[in-house]
């Protein structure tokens, strides 16, 4: 179908699946103009405190109602394209992006193990969300396993795997309902699950193959090493995994006559492969080229980057062949808890004064704290933090760090706190990119994207921390404009994603520069940060895994 | 005079001039029964933004108007003689406790500088209070030539003399109003300036002449020391200080007809030699025993122990001859934040919801966080706090370290924090006891005094981190009792203070004891703030001083 000559007419359709809710965005595909959205809350939400039937779920666990993926299907698509008063017909594509890892058992014919007759009371037959911390001992045996047999793939990791990805769910699974275990023909990410309901056939995407299932220079991990975590265990790729790898932006299948029939889109529309949200969010920022890395900042942040060659950067979340655009090595990243931090503080740290404050001038308390915490001289404030309330993800990749904040007096005060956390934060990225950069992945751009990028005086920040000059994605959409070009790719309106980040995606550049006075200071500051980080988080003083455990301990001798 | 006869029906006032008021105690001397009492504020207060003539002074500075501690001679003793019912012809002698070291510049005669004609516009002509910490300069070179020249009274202060104490600020009066400190015929404690006002002849206590003026055995620095400070200082010891030196409990003088006006006293009535507010505490507390520690808590902590010899304890404030008691050695080590901590989170790190249930429920809101915070199990919160908001003062003696927070999580709580504070306050305790005992100075009892004893909940916690049963003075006046007691030893009525302290102070016996579950985390915990203490505090990291001199750079440059 060649449908670039009537471009001007054509549209597409972006569903970005959240932990919360689903939005769909209906896009134009010659210059990516918005035309419409509508987003839909999930009834179920987050299933982490019981599950009907079964009652009191574990702590760390949440779960997913996958009826809640398709039933957004059929309320957010219509509701975008009513919003859009764009016709259906005009439509050319669908694709869509999910949270990772959300993976889930389901049968050979992709129906979900917790829509079966009396499995409905069942925890492990329903997806596992991305924040799903129960399988942290199956991941523990996963790491050491691979390390003691020399696993090549596990330098792809940063060295470890984590317990919120598929193969530590998965032998979960196995380790505590082998009976569901052996009735799940399939393992499959939700991202991949969607687009067996859209197009009737099961597909697997590079993305969450790579960083998700430790896919690797085309196989997953050997029988021989899934034998040593578990004999029943040996087969999980070749059968419950086994599938060809479709790279981002192909096409997966037609829309199926039910789907048509669900979304009000027509049917036989162009079905694009699956795609997650961090790695689906980076052509939505306009060109794709190596060095640029795209900060999605939100309750936590992800980093982003492409490289043309191989790299072992340590302490990374993956590198992936194609995981974030075909042709490319694509590096992830992260930072467990940004916005959640502010949020935390905000909500536990902060006296009356400022909430009333905040309510007199009838503005948000985080923007009063913003201003207030901008209007500080840089270092004025003694402090110096560590953002690890919610663990670190990189560089050290321990989610079982906290936070510290050292050099308060009797004349701090609640703002000054608040702007030592996002410098902390700001801190955090830097090592990120400093890592990347001494290991052979140098940053030459960086472009934000994601909630945060709402506050200046934050990004301001970050700017005068990692003396980046900071382009912004110039979407509020960001995830859900980036699976639009990903539909537009796989109708065949552009030859490649990259060509249709360039004509669709959208980025406000240099918005934000460093102040040569102020990155002085962060200079020093940063210099602080590095050595607390390393002592609290490379073995110096083990202090904070020890707090924890007492916690614990603490904790359970209470109950 | 025998005045033992009638006991019964006499009485001894104490007056405890603090920083912001003075408070007199009428107690019965027979059985230290107070009568009555009375409190008044100080018209000045303290001096440490603006001197009327002067101006703006300097940061740091903090003066008084010694017209304030006599006026307040002039309402509180009759106030207090009013309250009691008492005729003031039962009343047999007076004695007082003052701030330490707060010093003044004076005539030959007693007049301060600041009462001459012309000086009242001159900051160095009036008492600098004890918190004036303009003197640091002048405290580093007293530290560094006495360090070079191998004194040995420093060994004596843990090393370091305090910026507070009398050298520094009568060396900061050379190095600053030199022609003041000619006129200056003397250079004397508020603690023997007021006995002077009391009875007409200057003497000086063996307290302040120890602790806060490097008195040590029999002498003073030598001239040649003072020389190397400076050459016009080599004479100041020999001429401004240079008196006998008396010992606690002593009588100073029988009342001057100016006084008895004054006060509504008996005129000839014996005065007491001058104290010092925390030292004047431990007979109050009851029977004086070496090893028997009194730390009297409010504020910031003083902690009191006497022993029957002298012994090399690192890092205390000092050991000094009759410091306390006369006949043993009397040794001081302190904690500079402890209730000041704690109404600084109340102020700064409290959410409104607290301050809303308090108002709601009509607690203080201090009291509200007392009980959610005892609520919680011991090491539950999986924090680890230092206690240096305020500096160190024991065992580290560094005024430039601060506070930090280790183990902060999205789920920490401002009650957990706030505890996390009290415990950490308790530590620093715990770190004295231990230095005393393993310096040769076994700590056998703890008895508590001051503001804090009305927190149950912070006095267990004391309790368990100490795994030291509490006793409580048993008296909310501590100081004033036990300047009454010095007034009833002045008059004859015992033979010395620890004969009176039986009689007259008061102890509640064994009020707190350890929980041994609670004091086993607590040992836990206590490991963890031993190594941060050593990291941050003894070298390893001088965090806490570069973020201090990065904040200073940072207000300068935005002044």
Redesign the interface.
């Known amino acids: 179908m060649d449908v670039s000559a009537n471009k001007g007419d054509a549209y597409v359709v972006g569903v970005d699946f959240g932990t919360l809710s689903a939005r769909a965005l209906v896009v134009r595909v010659s210059d990516g103009t918005e035309a419409g959205t509508a987003v839909g809350e999930y009834p179920h939400g987050v299933i982490d405190r019981s599950l009907t039937g079964h009652g009191e779920l574990p702590p760390d666990w949440a779960l997913q109602d996958p009826a809640d993926y398709t039933g957004a299907l059929g309320t957010v698509v219509p509701a975008a394209l009513r919003d859009a008063g764009v016709d259906p017909g005009q439509v050319i594509g669908i694709a869509t992006d999910f949270t990772a890892s959300t993976c889930m058992p389901v049968l050979a014919d992709g129906t979900p193990l917790c829509q079966l007759p009396g499995l409905a009371a069942r925890p492990h037959a329903y997806p596992k969300l991305w924040k799903h911390h129960a399988a942290q001992p199956q991941a523990d045996r996963i790491n050491a396993v691979a390390h003691e047999r020399g696993e090549k793939w596990i330098g792809r990791y940063g060295g470890k795997i984590s317990s919120e990805w598929q193969f530590a769910k998965a032998l979960q699974l196995l380790d505590e309902d082998f009976e569901l275990y052996q009735r799940a023909g399939r393992w499959i990410e939700a991202a991949d699950w969607i687009i067996w309901q859209l197009c009737g056939t099961e597909t697997r995407n590079a993305c969450t193959a790579g960083y998700k299932g430790i896919y690797q220079d085309g196989s997953y991990p050997s029988r021989e090493y899934l034998a040593a975590l578990d004999p029943r265990f040996a087969s999980f790729a070749d059968g419950k995994l086994a599938h060809p790898i479709s790279p981002l932006g192909a096409r997966a299948g037609g829309l199926t006559p039910a789907a048509a029939a669900l979304t009000g889109l027509p049917e036989g529309i162009a079905v694009a492969i699956g795609n997650v949200d961090a790695h689906v969010t980076v052509p939505a920022a306009g060109p794709v080229a190596p060095g640029k890395m795209v900060a999605i900042m939100g309750t936590s942040i992800c980093h982003m980057v492409n490289g043309a060659h191989l790299a072992e950067v340590p302490c990374m979340c993956g590198v992936v062949d194609g995981g974030i655009v075909a042709g490319m090595w694509g590096y992830e990243a992260g930072q467990s ?1 940004v916005g ?2 502010f949020a ?1 503080f905000t ?7 400022f ?2 404050e905040a309510r007199r001038r009838g503005v948000p308390l985080p923007q009063l704290l913003d201003e207030k915490a901008a209007a500080l ?8 933090a560590l953002d690890w ?2 663990g670190n993800r990189s560089v050290l990749v321990d989610g079982h760090l ?9 004349a ?3 703002p000054e ?1 608040y702007r030592a956390l996002l410098e902390a934060t700001a801190f955090g990225t830097r090592m990120i990119i400093e890592t990347f950069s001494t290991s052979g992945v140098p940053v030459t751009e960086l472009v934000v994207a994601g909630g945060l990028i709402k506050s200046a005086p934050i990004m301001q920040i970050y700017a005068d921390v990692t003396r980046q000059t900071l382009s912004v994605l110039g979407s509020a959409q960001g995830p859900a404009l980036g699976s639009a070009i990903h539909a537009a790719v796989a109708a065949g309106a552009y030859p490649d994603v990259p060509a249709a980040a360039v004509a669709m995606g959208r980025i406000d550049r240099d918005v934000y520069r460093p102040d040569p006075a102020r990155a002085d ?1 962060y200079d ?2 940063y210099a ?1 940060y590095v ?2 980080h390393d ?2 988080g490379r073995g110096a ?1 083990e ?2 895994h ?3 455990a ?2 614990d ?3 359970r ?2 109950r």
């Open positions: 808890a959640d931090i935390w909500a536990n740290g902060v006296p009356g004064e909430a009333e001289p840089a270092g004025a404030h003694g402090l110096i309330e919610g906290s936070g510290a904040i050292v050099g308060l007096t009797l701090t005060t609640a706190i200071v020093e500051l602080e050595r607390l002592y609290f003083n202090v904070m020890r707090l924890r007492i916690r301990r603490a904790w001798a209470a």
